[in-house]
Every structure is written in structure tokens, then in C-alpha cells.
């Protein structure tokens, strides 16, 4: 049971890739702890400020489940206007 997360913009860059796949079954807390574990610092002060979209839906419930098969998008804070 995976579910796939895609980094984007600096997310990207401090996860050092661009997707991947991850344990379903879990809350967006758990899965973003297991994703700082994985790739460091860095990728952990970017979830801080992160937003995160569940097959496209803003996530605002941060301990709901999430399925096997979603996909989860990073989307750190944009600059510019």
C-alpha cells in the first residue's frame, strides 16, 4: 500500500528528486516526519512552510488517513507577483 509524493520548486530541490513513493495508511503528520527523516534538514524546514494538495485538494486535516494510490504534492511558499 503506497501513496506518491512530488516535490516541487525548492521541495525538489532539498528532497533531491522530484517524486516518490511512500507508505499509505498514515496521516500527512506521519508522512512528512518520515519524509524529514529521510532527506534531512533541509527538506524539513521546506515542509514547515510547505502547503500540500491531496489528489489535487488542499490537505487542512493533517491527521486524516491518507489511501493507498493518493498522491500528495509539496508545494513550498512561491516568491515573486
Do not use: I, N, Q
Amino acid at each position: 500500500m503506497e501513496l506518491t509524493v512530488r516535490y516541487f520548486a525548492g521541495a525538489r530541490a532539498a528532497a533531491g528528486r522530484s517524486e516518490e513513493t511512500a507508505s499509505a495508511g498514515r496521516s500527512l503528520d506521519e508522512l512528512l516526519d518520515d519524509l524529514a527523516a529521510r532527506h534531512g534538514e533541509r527538506l524539513a524546514v521546506v515542509l514547515k512552510a510547505a502547503s500540500f494538495l491531496v489528489d489535487g485538494v488542499a490537505c487542512h486535516d493533517r491527521r486524516a488517513l491518507l489511501p493507498a494510490g493518493v498522491t500528495v504534492d509539496v508545494l513550498p511558499p512561491f516568491a515573486g507577483g
